[in-house]
């Protein structure tokens, strides 16, 4: 008798995103004719850059001539765009790597999920709270908790991020074994400066840890003072693995392209420097043929110093759709954090509102999407988080109509 995996049955019912999908289409079929203004899931809407699009091109048009086809790349990724990588974080962060510490994948929300695989399931895992949802779901998958008791998963240390802390948590009060964190933070929009870092990293050797440090909005950071690699913290090469992302500085959303840092000297509680490494090699080897070759080409591009420049031109009409959404909500008398080094602002739900009525509310009301802070974990509760992806137009008619309903 073929069983099911009975760690996804530990899964809360239905995904955020899709149950956001879902209750709009709802909406939508009970209002034929009426457009929806979407704030809510962080998906570009800009078209890909002349230079970058032009390198995808080009490799379409290789890839068109059988004299100059090429098939299966290497697993790890082209060693162009992994030598490119090590250089970019050498100029642009003053940090040095191998190239072979690269690994080019389809996305950093893929490498999320995945990495969980190289540990034991009877790690503690922390994650903060509120928290981009598949740190969490993957790590249930991969049985490293009882269930979900209502309110949050048991088994977890949920590592709670508040107005009253700046979104930056503490770290663990007890031993943990995987520590997840993403700044500048998806949803809160938070950014974490030098010593406050130095503290995860420290924490992590001392008890022999492993952060997984998701840094896919960088490129959103405009104020000095603040991590743009975890690698700028001395010790981090020993403990963490960095996961980042083409996505949301190239418009790489739907083309997929990513890169995971799994340094050769990342050591583990039962393994020395060389073996996590060895064992993600060995596991992307086994169940992934690469990433595709057309993306590599555009990721190429994106990282010459044509490609970057387009890039900060992207990333600034994203940062300033955000300044219009801030001030707009502020304006109006909501509390509101992030949009400054972030896509994302998130704000508070006025009257008492819980994430989910809000989200109703605005969407019956003024027919904007945003996504509701409880989905992203119980600390998120009574916040909703507002995405700048979006065309601009969109973005002052999404603003000037909460405007107009939200003392309703």
Known sequence: MALVNENFLSLASGYLFPEIARRTKAWQERNLGEKVLRLGIGNTTEAITPHIAKAMHDKIDLLSDRTTYTGYGDEQGDTALRKALRDFYHKQYGVELEDTDFFISDGAKS?????????S??????VQDPAYPVYVDSNVVGGRSTGFNGTNYDGFVYLESNSENGFIPDVPAQKVDLIYLCFPNNPTGAVINHAQLKKFVDYALENKAIIIYD?????????????????EIEGAKRCAIEINSFSKNAGFTGVRLGWAIVPESLESENGGPGTIHRLWNRRQCTFFNGASNIAQAGGLAALSEKGREECKGLVDYYLGNADIIKKG??????????????????ARCPCGLSSWDFF???LEHAHVVVTPGSGFGPAGEGYVRVSSYGHREDIIKAVEAIKEHIND
């Open 111 to 119: 490498d999320a999920a995945n990495i969980q695989e190289l540990f």
């Open 215 to 231: 840094a896919a909005y960088t490129d959103y950071i405009r104020e000095p003072g603040y991590v743009r690699t975890i690698y």
């Open 121 to 126: 399931s009877s790690m503690i895992v922390a």
């Open 329 to 346: 909500l502020e304006s109006v008398g909501l509390t509101c954090y992030g949009g400054v080094n972030s896509p994302y602002i998130w």
């Open 360 to 362: 109703d509310f605005l």
